[in-house]
């Protein structure tokens, strides 16, 4: 099924190259995340917790790179890229929402990124697991695991985070740094 970008008639911007050069890098784009996405649920039926935490943390890194740059960018609500990352479409867009974010923010930088970083960030994140999982063997009693995994935690959950050096969220959040670098509004 073609998407909207697909069928969406050129002709009529005022600089049909830019446009034309801008879908294609964005369609390209929206390949590569598609090729991520296809090697992690090849794993299924391998091992399908493994497969279901890849998928989880490789989804909340787009939606956050997503609140990332809504945050730090408002006045470009309909910015193609970032709408393509997250697969979601624009009915009109104007010329200037073919732009890619500057620098750091660019999507198609992040995607390069999570096409090249994110075997290695999965694995250090699933040894990370493994560890907790050694040295606890009450960790599913913890939310940020059951989170991390991509759980549902109850509100019944005892603990919330390992505690001292075990605490998950710091490390997640230094991780997850790695591809989407924090800054400040």
């Known amino acids: 099924m073609a998407s909207m970008l697909q069928q969406l008639d050129l002709s009529g911007y005022p600089d049909v ?9 964005i369609l390209g784009m929206q390949q590569q995340l598609e090729d991520i996405q296809n090697i992690i649920l090849a794993e299924l039926p ?4 493994r497969a279901w935490t890849s998928l989880h ?3 909340t890194l787009i939606q956050q790179k997503n609140g990332q740059l809504m945050r730090l960018y ?7 890229w970032r709408h393509a990352m997250i697969r979601s479409s624009v009915v009109k867009p104007s010329q200037e929402d073919f732009a890619d974010f500057p ?7 992040f995607v390069h990124a999570m096409s090249v970083k994110f075997h290695d960030l999965f694995q250090r994140l699933e040894s990370r697991l493994a560890d907790l999982r050694a040295r606890y063997p009450d960790y599913q009693k913890y939310m940020r695991y059951q989170i991390v995994t991509g759980g549902m935690p109850s509100k019944s959950v005892p603990f919330d985070d390992f505690p001292g050096d075990d605490s998950l969220e710091p490390f997640v959040r230094e991780l997850f740094a790695e591809m989407i670098p924090r800054k400040p509004v």
């Open 17 to 25: 190259p830019y446009v034309t050069a801008q879908r294609e890098a």
């Open 46 to 49: 391998v091992n399908r917790q």
């Open 57 to 59: 943390v490789f989804q």
């Open 74 to 80: 408002p006045t470009q609500l309909y910015n193609l």
């Open 103 to 109: 620098g750091e923010d660019s999507v198609a930088a």
